[in-house]
């Protein structure tokens, strides 16, 4: 939510709005909403002091999340400063790893602003770009960890996101995302009856 500064001066903003599926088992549970103020969301700053994360979801450097998920995900704004490495290590926790480093998980990093280097390969990447972490434990920048440095004069900033592949069929159309068409012509069934419910104004 903006500020009141903000409302009464205006001035220039950027989000980012994520959708993330749900397993087949938990699309029908109830809805839930979690606000939290930015001063309340964690924030970790890493040992050599160059790169400042914000953990909306998961964990980094020691620092975990207090946002829950239905399934392990990672998603974790980092700032990197000039000559800086950001180094995100895959949880140890329940449910991250199926007994090998990093398999079965997919990472993609977005970059914000600024330009880097990214993983083993040390793939180039700026301001706009999509870097995805292939999939697999053979897979050359795949790992207990993945890293990015900043090669550039100007801070790096990335967005990182990251999750275990639910492995099951998706159909979707307009606002829903469900298993099977029937599921979605049953969601668009349920909307049009009023089954979600009104809104009093």
């Not at 998961?58 to 207090?66: D, N």
């Not at 280097?117 to 706009?128: I, L, Y």
């Not at 829903?176 to 009093?200: L, P, R």
Request: hydrophobic residues 35%; proline residues 6%.
């Amino acid at each position: 939510m903006p500020s009141k500064k903000f409302q009464k001066e205006g001035g220039l903003m950027h989000g980012f709005q994520i959708w993330v599926n749900l397993p087949a088992k938990d699309k029908m549970c109830k809805p839930r909403y979690q606000e939290y103020q930015a001063d309340g969301i964690p924030k970790v700053t890493s040992p050599d002091g160059k790169t400042n994360v914000v953990v909306i979801t998961g964990e980094a450097y020691g620092t975990s999340a207090i946002i829950e998920t239905h399934t392990p995900i990672a998603m974790l704004h980092y700032r990197v400063a000039p000559g800086g490495t950001g180094v995100w290590e895959v949880p140890t926790a329940t449910g991250w790893r199926n007994g090998r480093e990093g398999d079965d998980l997919n990472v993609m990093c977005y970059v914000v602003g600024g330009k880097g280097k990214f993983g083993g390969s040390e793939k180039a990447a700026e301001e706009n770009d999509m870097v995805v972490f292939q999939n697999g434990p053979s897979a050359e920048d795949k790992g207990a960890s993945v890293t990015f440095r900043n090669d550039g004069n100007e801070e790096l900033s990335v967005l990182l996101l990251a999750g275990k592949p639910l492995k099951e069929p998706m159909s979707r159309y307009g606002p829903f995302v469900m298993n099977t068409k029937e599921e979605i012509e049953q969601a668009f069934w349920d909307y049009q009856t009023g089954q979600f419910g009104k809104i009093d104004f």
